[in-house]
């Protein structure tokens, strides 16, 4: 059987399949081949059963034989690391997505393409304007473009529901959730991108070969799986859950807040966490009886916009709810144990650590976060590194400060006036008052399973939100007003993701003769 090469040539293979051997506790297939009087291991790539590794190692010992003799599609194609470089870096006028979705697609083709070819992992560092960077190219400047194929994207699916029994609902599970990541990889590869972007830099051969419906990873099939429909909390739950909540009002008032965010409003997390106190207000038009309507109105802010214009709305508050939040505005926060940093240290020792090692090894010292480390800097006026320092320093592209600030951020340090506390009214949250720890999603999340018999659910705060929105359907009648009231883009997300009748009404029908 010959070995089909790269470029279409074929050759006698130099080894038989018989002869790959596998080390002990290892998957990937090896052996030794005498080349100009030497004896060379040659490995086939990971994960890669015996067939392909055949292939695969044939090919290298003939590319190690024959040297420069060889020419093949792989020596001119750009490499995945090329590709990324240029969608991080793309004009918003030629990738639509902002800086965060494009993080989030880089992050999930590096979780897709590892392990198909050797090398370190990737490494993105996030820029002051917010913006990506390829830092480290890793295995991907191994990975020509040309071998991101519709297999790569198959064997990534199978392995992922590996050992999982077709048609339960642990497969469902992992296969809803393997459909994400693939769906998030490919849209590095979005047809504007490559039409505005790549097709200037990379060879339209290799384009093409993305989208090839044979072969191309832009038409690997999604795993079949069902999507469950969401289904309602038993009442027994829900009213422990009323029953045991409102003790939050004085023990914590940020997670009570966040409850009554998530039930008594119906916002997302994201919502909440940005919610401000400008956003509850009286709405012009009361309701049919003439009681006055409450709304809360979600709305952008500095550096923060809903995630699409449909989440930009006014949703109706029960009075209660609404005058609750009002009250927290003035709730004691007493200092709680997860809010002590421990980062005690003076001005000018946390600059110097700062400038002497990676905010999580500084972090590390004092047993806190990075995040909480780069908090107090901010704070305190303390210069930081910009993102990617460390690594060009470990790189030897930057000279190690050891502790010593930059002439200009020395000065501005010397230089440094106390900053102005932030708001503590302007948000509903007392965020500013959180030094990195553990938010009030988790701790809430924390409390429901610690307090709440027989709550089975993966999530809390979204939970929550899906029982206001079918309360909403409930009270109303009108998927279209829940659909409104929740920002959603069409009614049959409404319908089919979150609707569930919590109260079941006797329907009596007349019957014929009577």
Known sequence: MKIELENGAKIAPYVKKESLKQDRGVTTWRCRF?????????????????????????????????????????????????????????????????????????????????????????????????????????????????????????DFLDQRVEGYKKGTTSFDERGRGANDVLRHARGVFTQKAINEVYVEQFKQSDLEALEDKKTGFLKVPFLKVRKPKWKALPQSVVDQILAKVPALETEDPDLYATFLLEFGCGLSWGEVLHAQYSWLDEAPQPFDNGETRYVINVQPTDGWVPKCQDRERSSTVPANIFQKLLDLRLAPRAPREDRKSG???????????????????????????????????EKRGIPTPESGFWTKVQRGTV????????????????????????????????????EGFTGANRRLARWFRANIKGWDRKQVGHELRKLNISTVVCETGSLYEASKHAGHSTIKVTETTYADILKHKPISLPFPNT
């Open 34 to 154: 005498t080349v100009k009087d030497k004896r060379v291991k040659f490995s086939a790539n990971p994960h890669e059963n015996q067939d392909e590794a055949y292939v695969t190692i044939n090919r290298k010992i003939h590319t190690a034989i024959n040297g420069d003799k060889i020419e093949s599609k792989r020596s001119t194609a750009q490499t995945v690391a090329e590709v990324v470089a240029a969608y991080l870096g793309a004009k918003p006028s030629s990738v639509d997505a902002d800086h965060d979705t494009r993080k989030n697609n880089v992050s999930a083709l590096r979780i897709v393409t590892r392990g198909v070819v050797s090398g370190s992992e990737p490494v993105i560092v996030k820029n002051k304007d917010g913006s990506y960077e390829l830092t480290e190219p890793g295995f991907w400047s191994n990975l020509r473009l040309g071998k991101l194929t519709k297999k790569v994207g198959k």
């Open 399 to 434: 000279e190690h400060p050891h502790g010593q600030l930059p002439e200009k951020e020395r000065i501005r340090f010397q230089l440094r006036t106390k900053q102005t506390p932030a708001p503590k009214d302007d948000y509903i949250l007392q965020r500013h008052r959180c």
């Open 343 to 377: 980062v005690t240290v003076s001005d000018e020792e946390l600059a110097r650590l700062v400038w002497s090692e990676p905010a999580v090894a500084v972090g590390k010292r004092f047993g806190v976060t990075s995040t909480t480390i780069k908090n107090h800097c």
